[in-house]
């Protein structure tokens, strides 16, 4: 599959972002946004992270529509939805699309947190329809989860499979319907620790970065953990497993920490204010800092790892 067209439900970060994939991709791209004011500023934001994927913006691949019921289905090969994550209105969505969308085309939620099971439950084409959980910057980051709910078809999480590595994603099949499906929930055990690590003053939010960064997740660039641990040698893991693991965060609640500034109203940067306090100038620098060692690791990846070269030149 070289060209095909999409539909993206939505134009909020990742809506846009996700349109730049398939833009980029030479996808005939639709974004529904109701708000037609919200247009021209979500098509520069398109613009911005095409570029960024090292394409110059092919204006005429992208257009808006302000409803579902506006959008020309004919040829369209996926649709992912990218609206607020609140239940109610994600069903509401999905219940139009499984009217709207023609049968057979693959649907796919970006939500982080929902379960496609709840989400499509009452949809007579549910088996069609999964999570399809994009990373931010979702243009940048190549990995694309595909969760299969409990309704959702084999032949479904192999469609979309195909699709996202036909625009470049490296996509990971999640056979159940979990919460955190795969990558954030072994995220979030790293983050468990790390805000326990901060409760505890073991260490500084500083020197947990650092920790990460420059030690074991530098590392995960060029291997995954389970790599790394065929390197190391499984029964090293296990001996230090045995001596590590009894000590180890295992709250079912927030850190303190992590309680408080949520409480304090200190989000991060969306704030200005969280672990540390922030400029808009501070917040601009660092993004771009961000952005653009995740180019650089993204051309790493498809350098050097095979798989990934496969999928991206798919």
């Known amino acids: 599959m070289s060209h095909g067209a999409a539909v993206v439900v ?7 972002d996700i349109a730049a994939i398939f833009v980029h991709a030479g996808w005939r791209t639709q974004i529904v946004a109701r708000a037609a004011g919200r247009w021209p500023a979500a098509t520069a934001h398109v613009a911005q992270s095409t570029a960024q994927l090292g394409a110059p913006f092919n204006a005429a691949r992208l257009q808006f529509k302000p409803s579902l019921e506006a959008v020309d289905w004919s040829g369209v090969d996926v649709v992912i939805e990218t609206v607020t994550e609140n239940l109610p209105v994600k069903r509401q969505v999905f219940d139009r699309l499984d009217v709207l969308v023609p049968s ?7 939500s982080s947190g929902l379960r496609i099971t709840d989400i499509a439950r009452n949809c007579a084409t549910r088996d ?4 399809a959980h994009f990373f931010l910057p979702a243009h940048l980051v190549p990995l694309v989860e595909i969760a299969k709910g409990e309704f959702t078809s084999h032949s479904t999480v192999d469609r979309l499979q195909e699709i996202f590595a036909a625009v470049g994603r490296i996509p990971v099949r999640v056979n159940r319907d979990v919460p955190g499906f795969l990558a954030n929930r072994i995220q979030h055990a790293l983050m468990r620790e790390a805000f326990a690590v901060i409760d505890s003053g073991l260490a500084t939010p500083e020197d947990v970065d650092a920790a990460v960064r420059f030690g074991f997740g530098f590392r995960y660039v060029a291997a995954g ?38 409480s304090g109203g200190r989000f991060g940067v969306k704030s200005k204010h969280g672990f540390w306090d922030w400029t808009d100038e501070q917040i601009g620098a660092e993004r771009a800092r961000y952005e653009e060692c995740l180019l650089k690791a993204a051309a790493l990846l498809v350098r050097h790892d095979p798989a990934a070269k496969a999928e991206v030149s798919a």
């Open 10 to 16: 939505g134009s909020g970060i990742m809506g846009c």
């Open 225 to 262: 953990p389970i790599l790394q641990k065929e390197f190391a040698g499984l029964d090293t893991q296990f001996a230090a497993a045995s001596s590590i693991y009894p000590s180890l965060c295992n709250d079912s609640v927030p850190s303190r920490t992590l309680t408080a500034k949520v």
């Open 128 to 131: 069609r329809m999964a999570n």
């Open 104 to 110: 057979g085309v693959p649907i796919g939620s970006n």
